[in-house]
């Protein structure tokens, strides 16, 4: 069962959204608290709070999609590079096969 949050966003099919909430309440939890047992002021303490959820959650938002794009980037040159190892392994074109004089004059 899905849970949308905000209304749009489906927190359990989307990369990076689940962990990006946690971390972002985690954060807001900590500065909220942390700024009132220092200041001892509520409403100051849970606006603190409200803004360090929006940047922790946006924050590690972008850096979790930065690399989960590097990664698919990484897999689709692993994947291009193994298709082409099969596909030119054993022919002449492929750049581990180290041609001999003999194999020169021939071909």
Same mark, same amino acid.
């Given at each position: 069962?899905?849970?949308?949050?905000?209304?749009?966003?489906?927190?359990?099919?989307?990369?990076?959204?689940?962990?990006?909430?946690?971390?972002?309440?985690?954060?807001?939890?900590?500065?909220?608290?942390?700024?009132?047992?220092?200041?001892?002021?509520?409403?100051?303490?849970?606006?603190?709070?409200? =803004? %360090? *959820?929006?940047?922790?959650?946006?924050?590690?938002?972008?850096?979790? &999609?930065? #690399?989960?794009?590097?990664?698919?980037?990484?897999?689709?040159?692993?994947?291009?590079?193994?298709?082409?190892?099969?596909?030119?392994? =054993? %022919? *002449?074109?492929?750049?581990?096969?180290?041609?001999?004089?003999?194999? &020169?004059? #021939?071909?």
């Amino acid at each position: 069962q899905s849970f949308k949050l905000f209304g749009f966003l489906d927190v359990k099919n989307t990369p990076c959204a689940r962990e990006s909430v946690l971390y972002g309440s985690l954060g807001a939890l900590v500065m909220g608290l942390g700024h009132f047992l220092a200041t001892s002021r509520v409403k100051r303490s849970c606006d603190v709070a409200v =803004g %360090s *959820y929006i940047c922790t959650m946006l924050g590690y938002w972008f850096y979790c &999609r930065y #690399n989960l794009a590097q990664q698919r980037i990484r897999q689709r040159m692993l994947k291009e590079g193994m298709k082409n190892r099969i596909l030119f392994e =054993g %022919s *002449y074109l492929d750049p581990e096969k180290k041609q001999t004089g003999s194999e &020169r004059s #021939n071909s």
